[in-house]
């Protein structure tokens, strides 16, 4: 009887140790941040929201899973333009700063991050550098930069921080050399997958599909009063510049001018602009209409970078644009004389 009773017993105790959840392992992510107290922060991750914290007495703190895919997340506080992200490597991690200053926040803890960190600051100083030079040519200050993001990326093919640093600088590159750094990749490990290798391969996909030759990807959103405008009822029997920008884009602002002066030109002659704004407050952007004299039809979503017909144009810096003409994209990204002697180009009968 005992015996049995013993076996009963070890039964029971294999079947709760069978049953019972292991504990979940985690770290945690410590937020500290100046000018913060009271404010709501969010934990993000592929562009999700996994969590939310109040900051107090600077501090807040998120307990996160341990996990496989464990590339990036990203802190978002309201009033910034954009989330701040990080590696974590599964780690304790520590976001030091200003709330008001996201730019100069830093993260302790994840040796993948001081990775990235160091070539932030090297492509920094290069920067600063560059803009030093008075005598070199703007473009070709945005060359060198361009060629030190790419030769990283092309050096550290296998290291995620690599692959961040290639999408994070998508805007500077065009598909073929897009294409030519993903190739390297692959090359390198064919098994290799990241969440921005893949984002960023994605990107590439989009931006072929709207080059110039390529026929319009069709959208339709709401004007100012809440009419919806169709891109392709409006470009009908029209040569149509399709002008993506905000009123918060000091670049856009500099270049309204060369927009309207080539709308004033050529209007009459059948030449028609839709502006899609990347604003979220409406009165700041209808303001910018109204002071830069941008008479032509305008819409947006409000929902900023997020804007769903900029994703359908790969939009990954504004300002940029898009010359339609029946159906089919013209040119791309064009401004001041290029975009007046284009718009002229096209227009003659």
Known sequence: MKTRNLLIGLMALGLFACTSKPK???FKINVNLANADGKTVYLQKDGQTLDSATIANWDAVFETPVCKDNEMYSVMLKGWRRAFPFFTDNNDVTIEG?????NAIVVKGSASQDRLMAFTESYNALETKLEADSTMAQADKDEILKMHCFDYVWENPTDPVAHYVMYRYKWAFGPCELRTMIDNIHHADST???????????????QERVQAGQSIIDFTQNDADGNPVTLSDLAQGKLLLVDFWASWCPDCR???????????KYHNQGFDILGVSFDTDKEKWLAAIEKDGLTWTHVSDLQGWGNAAGALYAIAFIPQNALIKNGVIVARNLEGEALMEEVGRQLQP
Not at 192 to 206: F, H
């Open 24 to 26: 979940t392992e985690t």
């Open 98 to 102: 200003d709330a008001q200053n996201p």
């Open 192 to 206: 290799l997958i990241t969440k921005n290798l893949a984002m960023a391969e994605e990107y590439v996909e989009k």
């Open 254 to 264: 500099k270049a309204n001018p060369g927009v309207v002066a080539a709308y004033q």
